[in-house]
């Protein structure tokens, strides 16, 4: 299967990047093709300019500025996102990825009374695989925007039948050597199956 990995955060030697290593490894393991997307490494800039949304409607030109994404996005048959919660959300760069790349044209379409259609329906799996410095309580009583984007948002965007994971580390402000050890177990396995 081809695994676009989304990848959002700016620490090599952080948790985060411990456990986008583990899902990778596992990923790779179980005989994927994986396109490993780090947009900060990559120097992926959020930011949607004034002529992209002027643009956002033309299917002509809307993607000119982030083709390379398009096509890595329209060849993947699953999605798995890494990621920390801060502020409960994404880091602004995967917010402005999902900006930027999920447009008319690419994410859905809309006819002429703007009724939507999913357009990714090549994708069947999703993956979120995050970290949260407050407990699930915490979260929920917030009302967990990061798990619902997932499996609601990006879900209806691929196939109606696409298959979602949600991994979530809670309380990283109190989590411990052992806590973290089992996570990345956790991700390992879990995507190992993926």
Known sequence: ????????????TSFSAAIHQS???????????????????EGFNPVLSRQERLDYHDL?????????????????????LCFPIWSFGPPAILKGFFDRILIPGVAFS???????????????????????GQTRLASVFMGDPPRKYISRALKWCGHPRAS?????????????????????DRVERVMGNF
């Open 1 to 12: 299967m081809q695994v676009l990995v989304l990848y959002a955060h700016p620490v090599e």
């Open 23 to 41: 899902a990778l490894k596992a990923l790779r393991s179980s005989g994927h093709t994986i396109d490993d997307c780090d947009l900060y490494a």
């Open 60 to 80: 002509r030109v809307n993607t000119t500025h982030v083709a390379g994404y398009v096509d890595r996005l329209r060849r993947a048959e699953a999605l798995v």
């Open 110 to 132: 809309l006819n002429d009374q703007g009724d939507i259609k999913a357009n990714l329906q090549q994708i069947r799996k999703l993956a979120g695989i995050v970290t949260y």
């Open 164 to 184: 979602v994971t949600y991994l979530a580390h809670y309380n990283m402000n109190k989590s411990t050597d052992q806590t973290r050890g089992r996570f990345l």
